[in-house]
Every structure is written in structure tokens, then in C-alpha cells.
């Protein structure tokens, strides 16, 4: 069974641009979440979206957003990008519902952002 | 609202020697307890675990947890630390009771083994 896929690993923009982030959950997975990882912050939560609807969003700023499709590939977008933003994005997928879960989740190897 | 504290940035630990990498977590309700690693430039990979039952989880790589309701803490543990077990540890934890299905996160402890 393949992974969660995220695409692309590695990319570099400049302050101002804006960039899209792709995530392919477990096949069978609905709930895909998102994550920024920094050095200084750790590990912090963005949005967990569950069939193609937003259920939970972090304290980011509205230049960060995304959404989820009906075969529950998820992306997010962020714009206007700040040199604050570099950090690697995490996506992560989980089996059942949110209100019933007990699993752990499984995580993509991350898109490193880089913001010049 | 859930918090999850691993009080050490960094633990180094001679190869063959026992490790301990500390977490308390703060729940209104009943939690879930999760250890995650993390290696350089990857995602993060599940390691074990606690719902319920057993106090003492044993999970993947040969670690295991203790968990302890009273002082509200969740260390991980290996008897024998091997140089591969360096990486970024993760504690997380979720208070399903409390109706948060979010976890949330420690800041991560650098676990160095040394030859």
C-alpha cells in the first residue's frame, strides 16, 4: 500500500509569490491534515479537512488555505509569501472519522519551502 | 485544552546504554498518548501508542512507554540505545474525551547516540 505522497519536495519562491503544495493521503484515508514544522516553533497545526470539508483549522493568517478533493487529495495554498514561511509542510492522513479515532496518523516526507 | 511539554531539547546517550526522552502532557479528559521519530529530511514515523489498558506500551525499533495517570507523563524508553536511534522525537497526545481530535504536539527532543 503506498504512503502519503507529497509533491514537491523541495522548492524555492520569493517573498511575494504564492505557492500550491499537493498531498495524496493512504488510499482509503479521508482525513488529511497539514502541519508547519520550523525550527523555532516545532510542529504546528494548519487544517485537518474530512471529505472535501474543512473540520479543524490552526491559528495561521488567511494567506494560508487549502482543500480537499472528492478522492481526498488534499492541497494548500499559500499566498503572498513572507520569508517567514520557509519550513517544511507536513501532510498527514488517518483512517477513520474524526469523531471516532484512536489511530495514529501517517505522515508524507514533507515539501520544504524555501522563501527568498 | 491539551499540551503536551518535552522538557529536554536535546538527550545524548553512549550507544548500548539505556534511554529515557521525557514527556507530561496537560488533558481535561482522558488521553491519547503518541511517540513519533522523525529522521532528517523525512515525515514523521509512528512509533507506539496508548489508549488504554496496559500502562507499559512496547512499540516499533525495540522502545517502549510508560504511561503514569498521576504524574501525568509519557516517557519513551529503550534498554539499549543503538547510533540509528538518533533523530527528532515527537510526543503527541489527544483528549478524545474533551472532543479535541487534533493532537497536539511537543516541541521535539534531539535524541544523539554516540558511538
Known amino acids: 500500500k503506498a504512503g502519503v505522497t507529497q509533491t514537491p519536495r523541495y522548492l524555492i519562491k520569493t517573498r511575494g509569490q504564492q505557492v500550491t503544495l499537493s498531498c495524496s493521503p493512504i488510499?482509503?484515508?479521508?482525513?488529511v491534515s497539514w502541519y508547519q514544522q520550523t525550527p523555532g516553533q516545532g510542529l504546528q497545526f494548519l487544517f485537518e479537512?474530512?471529505?472535501?470539508?474543512?473540520?479543524n483549522k490552526g491559528n495561521f493568517p488567511g494567506r494560508f488555505s487549502g482543500r480537499q478533493f472528492s478522492n481526498s487529495r488534499s492541497e494548500m495554498n499559500v499566498s503572498t509569501l513572507e520569508l517567514g514561511d520557509s519550513a517544511l509542510y507536513l501532510c498527514?492522513?488517518?483512517?477513520?472519522?474524526?469523531?471516532?479515532?484512536?489511530?495514529?496518523?501517517?505522515f508524507g516526507e514533507g515539501s520544504r519551502l524555501t522563501v527568498l | 485544552a491539551q499540551s503536551v511539554a518535552q522538557p529536554e531539547d536535546q538527550v545524548n546517550v553512549a550507544e548500548g546504554n539505556p534511554l529515557t526522552v521525557k514527556c507530561t502532557y496537560s488533558?481535561?479528559?482522558?488521553?491519547?498518548l503518541f511517540w513519533y521519530v522523525q529522521y532528517p529530511n523525512r515525515g514523521l514515523q509512528f512509533l507506539l501508542k496508548?489508549?488504554?489498558?496496559?500502562?507499559l506500551v512496547k512499540g516499533s525499533y525495540g522502545f517502549e512507554a510508560e504511561f503514569n495517570k498521576s504524574q501525568t507523563s509519557f516517557h519513551l524508553k529503550k534498554p539499549s540505545a543503538l547510533v540509528s536511534d538518533s533523530a527528532l522525537y515527537f510526543c503527541?497526545?489527544?483528549?478524545?474525551?474533551?472532543?479535541?481530535?487534533?493532537?497536539?504536539f511537543g516541541r521535539g527532543t534531539s535524541l544523539i547516540v554516540h558511538p
Open positions: 498527514a492522513s488517518i483512517l477513520e472519522g474524526w469523531n471516532s479515532n484512536t489511530g495514529e496518523l501517517f
Open positions: 488510499s482509503g484515508h479521508r482525513s
Open positions: 479537512y474530512f471529505s472535501e470539508t474543512q473540520r
Open positions: 488533558v481535561s479528559g482522558n488521553p491519547y
Open positions: 496508548y489508549i488504554t489498558g496496559d500502562n
Open positions: 503527541a497526545v489527544r483528549d478524545i474525551t474533551g472532543g479535541s481530535y487534533i493532537p497536539t
